[in-house]
């Protein structure tokens, strides 16, 4: 069946550090590829999104790509800050935001100022 | 704004209790989800509902039942609660917009 795959953590980096969380996924079909962040005490936001192949989704100075020939999805920043502490889930959906959510196992990021 | 609402942010349980985490959203979304959340092993899908009375099983639907009465309420049961279901809980509900998640119950069972 689908799956993500995701780098392990904790990752823990000082302020103005370069970042990127590597994640592969594993799917039959042209899945729809997520990351989320999820802030300490709260839910998952969505932080970006991708639909198809070579999209590239971005937000708060977080970017990824979706690389179909390497069946990858990497969150990178050129920036991080202390208040990017966080965990990170990557997930892929087979039918786009209607489909359901399979998750990788989070990547903590611990920004130290 | 959508809001899904998880009713306790905390709960400590004994074994053999009956357990129920009440999940509620305010936007009319017909989709709704429980997942529970564990270290190392990410978030992983318990039960979905799309329209009242309708349930489906996830993928660890072992040991919880679910219930949807009314379409804003999405209920997750533990029938005999053990100490292998603490755990981080966390519903959300779908709408073509995507996803909303509430901010989790995290349940102790002692």
């Known amino acids: 069946g689908d799956s993500v795959t995701q780098m392990e953590g904790p990752v823990t980096l000082s302020e103005e550090a370069c970042l990127t969380i590597n994640c592969t996924y594993t799917a039959t079909g042209y899945p729809s590829l997520f990351w989320y962040v999820q802030y300490p005490g709260e839910g998952l936001q969505l932080l970006l999104k991708?639909?198809?192949?070579?999209d590239k989704g971005s937000n708060k100075g977080f970017e990824a790509t979706y690389r179909k020939e390497t069946t990858s999805f990497h969150l990178e920043k050129g920036s991080v800050q202390v208040s990017d502490s966080a965990v990170y889930f990557c997930?892929?959906?087979?039918?786009?935001?209607?489909?359901?959510?399979?998750f990788g196992k989070g990547t903590k990021l611990s920004v130290k100022p | 704004d959508v809001k899904v609402t998880q009713s306790s942010r905390y709960l400590v349980k004994r074994t053999g209790e009956k357990v129920f985490l009440e999940c509620v959203q305010d936007m009319d979304h017909e989709n709704m989800f429980w997942y529970r959340q564990d270290p190392g092993l990410g978030l992983r899908l318990i039960y979905f509902s799309y329209d009242v009375k309708m349930k489906e099983k996830g993928d660890i639907p072992e040991g919880y039942s679910v219930s949807r009465e009314k379409k804003e309420r999405f209920s997750l049961i533990l029938e005999s609660a053990s100490t292998n279901q603490t755990s981080m809980y966390l519903c959300?509900?779908?709408?073509?917009?995507?996803?909303?998640f509430g901010s989790g119950t995290r349940l102790t069972v002692v």
């Open positions: 997930a892929l959906s087979d039918r786009g935001s209607q489909g359901n959510l399979i």
């Open positions: 991708a639909t198809k192949a070579d």
């Open positions: 959300a509900s779908r709408s073509t917009g995507g996803y909303t």
